[in-house]
Structure formats: structure tokens, C-alpha cells
């Protein structure tokens, strides 16, 4: 009898195992199918992250190319600021004053405008007239 209390007492305990184990497996394997799909999520996010950085990438090069012109064509401005302070004052009143005739103003106009003597106005004004 105690035999046979023993046998039924191991299959208990072997079923009972077995269940654990069972148990155990299913639940291991929720945690993979968990775990991938957060992986699947990561990788995604990991992907996003590496298209926005290149995008910022490309747009730093790109911005750097414009600083670049922009650092060339302002480099010259210093040089010709200074050929213009240095031009004749009385030049740029007779290149405006012959401008002014061109678009029809009088000798008066032209006085007052660009501080010219009235004989100056007259001159610009009969030079650029017949032109």
C-alpha cells in the first residue's frame, strides 16, 4: 500500500511539474513575442532618429555652402566701400544730376537736388538733353 501511495504521490508530483513547466514555456514565450515587438518598435524609432539626422545633416552642408558664397561675396564689400568714400563727391552729383535729366527734370529740379549752380544745371541739362 505505501508502494502504491508513493507511485500515485510521484504522478502527482510529476503533474504538477509538468504543469509548471507548461505554464512556465507559455509565459516565456509572451515575453518573446513582447520583447519583439518592442524591438520591432526600437529599431523603427532607431531608423526615424538616423532619416532626421541625416536630414540634418544635409542641411548643415547645405547651409554651410550658402555661408560659404555669402563669406566670398562679402569679403569684397570692404574694398569697394572704400573706392567709394574715396570717389569724387562732385562725380556722383553729375552722374545723378544726368540721370535726373534723362527722367525729365528741370534746371531747377536739378539745383535743388544736386546742389549744382544754376550754369552747371543748364550745362547737364542741354548735354544730357540732345543725347
Known amino acids: ?8 504521490l510521484l504522478a502527482l508530483l ?15 514565450r509572451e515575453l518573446a513575442a513582447q520583447q519583439a515587438i518592442g524591438d520591432a518598435l526600437r529599431d523603427q524609432r532607431i531608423k526615424d532618429l538616423a532619416k532626421s539626422l541625416e ?8 547651409m554651410g555652402e550658402a555661408l560659404h558664397e555669402l563669406r566670398t561675396t562679402v569679403a569684397t564689400l ?9 570717389r569724387d ?3 556722383v552729383t553729375f552722374t545723378q544730376a544726368a540721370r535726373l535729366v534723362g527722367m525729365g527734370a528741370s534746371v531747377a529740379e536739378l539745383s535743388e537736388t544736386c ?6 544745371a543748364e ?3 542741354k548735354l544730357h538733353r540732345s543725347e
Open 1 to 8: 500500500m505505501i508502494f502504491e501511495v508513493a507511485v500515485i
Open 14 to 28: 510529476w503533474a504538477l511539474s509538468l504543469w509548471f513547466f507548461l505554464n512556465y514555456s507559455k509565459r516565456q
Open 55 to 62: 536630414d540634418y545633416q544635409n542641411g548643415t552642408v547645405r
Open 78 to 86: 570692404p574694398d569697394r566701400l572704400e573706392r567709394l568714400e574715396q
Open 89 to 91: 563727391p562732385s562725380n
Open 115 to 120: 546742389g549744382l549752380t544754376r550754369a552747371e
Open 123 to 125: 550745362l547737364m541739362s
